[in-house]
């Protein structure tokens, strides 16, 4: 409150508070962190083992480095700026057609450094929400489903969103992105394909994208009018009164 603050600036205590949790094991518990009222502060964690999963809500920033997470059904994370580097962010004791959800937020920025998140093979679902930017070095992005959604989204060429069935991206400015899905949600916008591939979406092709995004709308339109003349209708219309 006003008090403890008026209080900690007389003694000079009114400085950023830095929690660093490092070098610990846990293998019977899983891990809370919470923070809800001290937003000028940074929590750190790096080099820890956590065997059943770690669970971050703090308004501050926060770092997680080189820490090993083995077993989890929800991984949520939710601060100001979250970075994630130089881990392999993956269930390793999943169990078979369990479904599994990693969930990142961020009111400011993520940003993903040399780091493996999800696997594409197993039922995951991986969420990436920051309100101002996504960014991401040397990292991959894997699930059955990928959601990523930011105003900007910035991506290396070593980096990549990998969906088994759909990528969901929503931005209003990507520098460069690379895909590999069945299945492309764009800023709402289906780019449907007949076989998972790779595609890369740039600033610079936007009307490209968009012009693109069109005539698959307009082909799709199409291909429902040809499939109502098969069975005799073409808009709901018996096909005889039309030839007339």
């Not at 490092?22 to 080099?47: A, P």
């Not at 780019?191 to 979406?201: A, S």
Request: charge should be negative.
């Amino acid at each position: 409150n006003e008090k403890d603050k008026e209080l900690a600036k007389i003694y000079n205590l009114d400085k950023p508070v830095h929690y660093v949790i490092e070098g610990i094991t846990l293998k019977d518990k899983e891990v809370y962190i919470y923070n809800f009222h001290n937003d000028d502060c940074n929590i750190t964690i790096k080099n820890c083992d956590f065997d059943w999963g770690c669970s971050i809500t703090a308004n501050c920033d926060c770092t997680i480095d080189s820490t090993h997470i083995r077993a989890f059904h929800l991984l949520m994370i939710d601060t100001k700026n979250l970075t994630i580097k130089n881990m392999d962010l993956t269930n390793e004791l999943a169990i078979a057609g369990a479904d599994l959800s990693i969930r990142l937020g961020a009111t400011e920025n993520i940003n993903l450094i040399n780091a493996n998140i999800g696997k594409e093979k197993e039922r995951t679902k991986v969420s990436m929400i920051a309100y101002k930017n996504i960014e991401l070095t040397n990292s991959t992005v894997n699930g059955k489903e990928v959601e990523c959604e930011s105003k900007d989204i910035i991506t290396n060429d070593n980096s990549s969103l990998n969906g088994t069935d759909k990528v969901k991206i929503k931005s209003d400015n990507i520098d460069r992105i690379n895909i590999s899905s069945n299945t492309i949600v764009y800023n709402d916008k289906v780019l449907e394909q007949e076989e998972k591939k790779e595609v890369i979406i740039e600033k610079k092709d936007d009307d490209l994208t968009n012009k693109r995004l069109e005539l698959i709308s307009l082909l799709r339109n199409l291909k429902d009018v040809c499939e109502n003349t098969a069975i005799g209708e073409i808009r709901h219309k018996p096909f005889e009164k039309v030839k007339k």
